[in-house]
């Protein structure tokens, strides 16, 4: 499995754009890349998936560079409430009925200020 | 999208004792469940991976006999800590996968067990 680094913790102001980047440079070519978000007491919560370029849903953007050494987690207009760990994983996505465990890094602490 | 359920939410036990935790796929089949464990202030762990009819297997340094997992069911996962001690106080995390979901390769976690031995 790849190994990930990531930013210990980050502080951002509420309404500003958050960019998280982890690095991932032994990236294997059936690797995808996926983004989760832990609040304290829960379980994670899966944020956004991909495997190159860029992939957008209603909570964040990802963005893969061409070598995909690394990936961006944006958050636009942080919001008190985006105050959690998140965490970059890279996996082998495996055919229907197949599985890869999934491993955690340190993640990354974000403290939204008011 | 998929739901995993986990029970109980947090539990009390006494040193010696044995506690169950389980984890149960609500609106799909899952082969395969994992558990986690979390300290404090630190990253999940992955302590097993639980299969449906088969035997778990356990990550290096986790003690099977101690942490006993059950997968009867494609919907059914369970965790049984045995003879607890206080330094098995943590927060237990489960998570499967729907495969229903072919743009979705992620995970879904349930929502933890707060685990506290006195």
């Known amino acids: 499995l790849a190994k990930t680094t990531q930013p210990i913790s980050m502080d951002s102001y509420e309404g500003q754009e958050v960019n998280i980047t982890c690095s991932h440079n032994?990236?294997?070519?059936?690797?995808?890349i996926t983004w989760y978000q832990q609040f304290p007491s829960q379980g994670p919560r899966f944020i956004i998936q991909?495997?190159?370029t860029k992939v957008t849903n209603e909570v964040a953007s990802l963005f893969i560079p061409a070598d995909r050494k690394s990936s961006t987690l944006s958050l636009p207009r942080v919001s008190l409430s985006d105050t959690a760990v998140y965490y970059c994983l890279v996996a082998t996505v495996v055919n229907s009925g197949g599985y890869q465990k999934v491993t955690f890094g340190i993640g990354t602490k974000l403290q939204v200020i008011p | 999208g998929a739901v995993v359920s986990q029970h109980p939410s947090w539990v009390i036990c006494k040193s010696g004792t044995s506690v169950k935790i389980e984890c149960r796929s609500l609106?799909?089949?899952?082969?395969?469940m994992f558990w986690y464990r979390q300290f404090p202030k630190q990253s999940l762990m992955l302590m097993a991976t639980?299969?449906?009819?088969?035997?778990?297997?356990?990550e290096q340094g986790v003690e099977k006999d101690k942490f006993l997992i059950n997968h009867a069911s494609l919907t059914l996962s369970t965790l049984t800590v045995t003879s607890a001690h206080p330094e098995d106080s943590s927060f237990y995390i489960c998570s499967a996968r729907d495969f229903r979901w072919d743009t979705n390769y992620g995970y879904t976690f349930g929502s933890g067990t707060r685990l506290t031995v006195v």
């Open positions: 991909g495997y190159k």
């Open positions: 639980s299969n449906e009819g088969s035997k778990a297997t356990y």
């Open positions: 609106d799909f089949q899952a082969t395969t």
């Open positions: 032994n990236i294997a070519t059936n690797d995808y």
